[in-house]
């Protein structure tokens, strides 16, 4: 009996003894996996602290070391604690996202930039908003500022256009625009030249991506430049030739018509506008021409009033875009250009602009056709020609090349100055122009800085030749320039 008691009494303990190591086992386990664990999580978090050393200008890096100085002890919280942190964090950019995406035309502009584009892919719906005034209405605009010296001709400062600009979305389809322009310090008994007027002031009602409609005072989609012209855009100074001659740019006309995007694939697109307008005021029943072979057409220029003429014009323009960089663009503006409504104003334009990185590319070709009769040609009543009241042709175009850069030592030597957006642009101009007969030649090179892409310093100097067909000697007129512009 007691040999067995004895055996019994083994047993038990045999039992505990294996019961024990086992638990012992699978707390070792246990606390083999907590270290690992734990070794895991602190060489990520080490991993995590690099990568925040190496990008510290990251917004998103920043967010995230910011969290993490709050722990301090390694421990199963930081995993937690991690997650919390880009939780919050994605929370917060979906939530500025929404109240961006909110707004439509700055929602426009936005993707513009995130697709890398210049400012002269966009068009007149792509601005830099800065104030909401309630109501998703947007106020903005734009000012520059000049100093021109011509061998012997002008000199002097010129305050030359403040634009502001009111956007708003009326509802979720009908969107409103308008920009104001006061131009040489707007009108006043001293200047002759100065101006205020609407520039473009549209309504538009959205249905899809391939048609909406728009009426108002339009700014005619006649050229690129006319599409994009401010002033904190452009590289240099003075505008080409041909969109102050040929197309009268800024020109604004009232009317009505359709607009839309055709996606041809994952990179190209189809763009076109086409507007019923009221045209040209060229030349007046009583024979009074406002179209010469000085100023071209812009005498003339688009009507906002009633039409003087009863009828409208068309306009219109197509641009297609093979992929993301590069874009062709056709447009032309055909209708009645005298107050008889006898005679035709036909005016074509082809423009490209092309992007790769730092390098850019615009150009732009116009071509204005002027029916003709015996009123226009200022026929006596012999029927003989007595002198030509308008111009007969006028062609004109431009190229230009760009290129941005800046110097890693001037960033170094003056960083608040010269910061990470700002940059430097060399920029040469070709341009020629043809008014019936009274042609200019103009070579223009330009340097400007951009203290940020809404500010800009520039200089030119501009070298012209300017001949006439009944004048064989030619006339120069050099010109050295220096502006500023902003958008505010």
């Known amino acids: 009996m007691a040999k067995f008691v004895n055996s019994k009494r083994a047993f038990i303990i045999w039992l505990i003894i294996l019961a024990s190591a086992f638990f012992q086992r699978e707390i070792i386990a246990d606390d083999t996996t907590t270290n690992n664990r734990l070794k895991m999580m602190e ?56 109240a961006l995406n909110e707004f439509y035309f700055a929602k426009k502009t ?33 000012m520059d500022v000049e100093y021109r010296r011509e061998e012997g001709g002008k000199k002097g400062f010129d305050q030359k256009r403040l634009i502001p600009f009111i956007y708003a979305d009326v509802s979720d389809r009908v969107k409103f625009s308008t920009e104001i322009e006061f131009e040489h310090g707007g009108t006043d ?27 108002g005072i339009i700014l005619s989609p006649l050229g690129k430049f006319n599409l994009v012209h401010d002033s904190p855009i452009l590289d240099l100074v003075d505008r080409p030739l041909v969109n102050r001659r040929v197309i009268p740019t800024t020109l604004s006309e009232s009317g009505a018509g359709f607009f839309g995007t055709f996606y041809l694939g994952e990179k190209s697109k189809l763009d076109y506008q086409i507007y019923a307008v009221n045209g040209f005021e060229g030349l007046t029943a009583e024979g009074e021409s406002r179209f010469s072979t000085g100023g071209g057409t ?20 197509l641009a297609y875009s093979p992929f993301l960089g590069l874009e062709f663009g056709g447009s032309f503006h055909y209708g009645p250009y005298d107050e008889k409504n006898d005679n035709d104003l036909t005016i074509i334009a082809l423009d490209t602009t092309y992007q790769n990185g730092p390098f850019e590319f615009v150009g732009e070709f116009a071509n204005a056709f002027l029916e003709q009769d015996s009123f226009t040609r200022g026929k006596n009543s012999e029927g003989d020609t007595v002198t030509d009241v308008v111009p007969d042709n006028m062609w004109g175009y431009y190229i230009e090349p760009r290129y941005h850069f800046m110097p890693e030592w001037l960033q170094t030597v003056a960083p608040t100055i010269f910061r990470e957006e700002s940059t430097f642009t060399s920029v040469i101009r070709w341009e020629q122009l043809d008014l019936d007969g009274a042609k200019t030649d103009r070579l223009t090179f330009g340097l400007n800085f951009r203290y940020t892409e809404d500010t800009v310093f520039k200089v030119d100097y501009q070298i012209n030749t300017t001949t006439k067909e009944d004048e064989p000697s030619e006339s120069n007129n050099n010109t050295l320039l220096f502006g500023m512009a902003t958008y505010f």
């Open 189 to 215: 008994n001293n200047r002759s030249d100065g101006e205020v007027k609407i520039e473009f002031a549209t309504i538009d009602f959205l249905i899809n991506d391939w048609i909406n409609f728009r009426a």
């Open 298 to 317: 812009r005498g003339g220029r688009g009507s906002q009033k009633i039409d003087f003429n009863g009828d409208p014009s068309v306009v219109g323009r």
């Open 110 to 142: 936005k993707e513009l930039g995130d697709k890398g584009l210049a400012s002269w892919f966009g068009d007149t719906s792509t601005k830099p908003f800065l104030e909401n005034l309630g109501r998703n209405t947007y106020l903005g605009g734009y």
């Open 43 to 98: 060489e990520e978090i080490k991993n995590l602290k690099q990568v925040l050393k190496e990008n510290g200008i990251s917004e998103k890096a920043a967010f995230v070391k910011e969290g993490l100085n709050e722990i301090t002890e390694v421990d199963l919280e930081r995993e937690k604690k991690l997650d919390e942190i880009l939780a919050s964090y994605e929370a917060s950019k979906k939530k500025e996202d929404e």
